[in-house]
């Protein structure tokens, strides 16, 4: 090796390692970047946690819309027996002109009113996760549904005349022995809220909701007797 390539290496080296040892993130960077993202993940978690809430108990409640329609639709084409469904306040008079009924205690108000709070099972139908809708006193592995109907004193629904069918939907892992006492609510149910920060109100329907059942011919006359003010 000549003087010259002596002289090269002499000076290339000790440059190569420096840059060598200044490659790279101390341990003090490290630990610094570490807890810049711990801090931005804390403050976006409760946000991920309300967004997959809300998301979960939107579809919750979708379902539940969907397993009231279902049953609705069942008590119209007579597949669901009707003999089971409660029937609610036999002196429900008709509307006349010198007794109206406001719309505040027509018939739907007036049902959903009257339908007493569920505190067992026992008389609720089943909407199981295979959409099959079987008959009370049941288990139920997804919802389970109330139902009470409301008719005109004296009327004959397979004429015309019809009823009121009110429905309410329930989880299934609802605690039934609280739902008489629902937090901030006066005792009286109220259906959840789509929008939540947790896993919902077990102790509250899903959703509530009324129709109109005709048997026969429809008669506006008997519609006005359960809605009332249109004599």
């Known amino acids: 090796m000549t003087n010259f390539d002596e002289l090269i290496m002499k000076y290339q080296l000790p440059k ?48 539940a819309t969907q397993a009231a329609k279902a049953f609705v639709d069942g008590v119209k084409s ?11 306040d036999s002196n429900f008079k008709a509307a006349t002109a010198a007794e109206p009924r406001t719309l505040k205690d027509n018939a739907a108000s007036y049902l959903l009113s009257g339908m007493a709070i569920a505190t067992t099972r026992n008389g609720l139908y089943c909407f199981n996760k295979n959409g099959s809708i079987t008959a009370p006193d049941c288990t139920s592995d997804l919802f389970y549904i109330q139902a009470g109907k409301i008719a005109v004193k004296d009327s004959d629904p397979d004429k015309g005349q019809g009823y009121r069918l009110g429905v309410r939907v329930y989880r299934a892992d609802a605690e039934f022995s609280s739902l008489t006492k ?36 429809p008669s506006y006359g008997a519609l006005c007797d359960r809605l009332g003010g249109c004599r």
């Open 16 to 63: 190569l390692f420096t840059q060598s040892s200044e490659s790279g993130f101390t341990i003090i960077e490290s630990l610094v970047a570490i807890l810049v993202a711990s801090i931005l993940l804390a403050a976006i978690a409760p946000v991920l946690v309300i967004s997959t809430a809300t998301r979960v108990q939107a579809r919750r409640i979708e379902l």
């Open 78 to 88: 007579k597949t669901i027996p009707e003999d089971k469904i409660i029937a609610l």
């Open 182 to 217: 629902t937090a901030g609510n006066e005792g009286k149910n109220k259906t959840q809220a789509t929008f939540t920060g947790g896993l919902g109100d077990r102790n509250a329907p899903l959703v509530e909701m009324t129709t109109e059942i005709i048997r026969g011919q």
